[in-house]
Each structure stands twice: as structure tokens, then as C-alpha cells.
Nanobody, 115 residues
Framework: QVQFVESGGGLVQPGGSLRLSCAAS????????VDWYRQAPGKQRELVAR???????NYADSIKGRFTISRDNAKNTVDLQMNNLKPEDTARYYC?????????WGLGTEVTVSP
């Protein structure tokens, strides 16, 4: 079983930066791929970035070049560095992993990008 706690969200102006962190307990994150998803009001949840167990990363086209996903195996965390934020990045951001065929989600952290 995996429990996630996301942190680091907040209000930021366009062009600003935030660093989200996903802390896990219950399982060793380095063994699994971990995703960051986001869901804006009235929209479907979408995959933002993924980091595989071997460190391979994948990004949604909308955030390529602006966001970076990374993991710290010693701390059992996965971070999302978000630069040059845009109003359309406003959403609730969630950690996710799939272990043994089961989906695990955190409660999310809110990001608002506004002047």
C-alpha cells in the first residue's frame, strides 16, 4: 500500500515558479513509476509528467521545457519543478502510482497562477 502527501502548491504570478513535492510512505517509490497529474475546474484529470523506476521521464506537450520531474530515492519523494507558470497551469496537482494493479492517489495540492 502507498500513501502520498503532496505539498508546495500556492498562488503565484504568471512567469513565476513553484516546486511541488510528493512524499510517499508504505512502499519504496524507487521501485515504481510515479506520475504527477492535474485537474482544473470543469476539466478532466490529465497526466502532466511521469518518472519511471529507472529515471526515464515523460512530459505532456503543454508543459515541456517548463516543468521537470525528479525523484529522491533516499527521501522517497518525487518533485515537480514548475517554471514560467501560466494561468492555464492553474489546477489541483496529484501524485499517482500503480502498484499491483491498484491505483494510488494523494489528496493533491492546489496551484493558482494569477496576476
Amino acid at each position: 500500500q502507498v500513501q502520498f502527501v503532496e505539498s508546495g502548491g500556492g498562488l503565484v504570478q504568471p512567469g513565476g515558479s513553484l516546486r511541488l513535492s510528493c512524499a510517499a510512505s508504505g512502499s519504496i517509490l524507487s521501485m515504481y513509476a510515479v506520475d504527477w497529474y492535474r485537474q482544473a475546474p470543469g476539466k478532466q484529470r490529465e497526466l502532466v509528467a511521469r518518472i519511471g523506476s529507472g529515471g526515464t521521464t515523460n512530459y505532456a506537450d503543454s508543459i515541456k521545457g517548463r516543468f521537470t520531474i525528479s525523484r529522491d530515492n533516499a527521501k522517497n519523494t518525487v518533485d515537480l519543478q514548475m517554471n514560467n507558470l501560466k494561468p492555464e497551469d492553474t489546477a489541483r496537482y496529484y501524485c499517482h502510482t500503480l502498484v499491483g494493479g491498484l491505483n494510488y492517489w494523494g489528496l493533491g495540492t492546489e496551484v493558482t497562477v494569477s496576476p
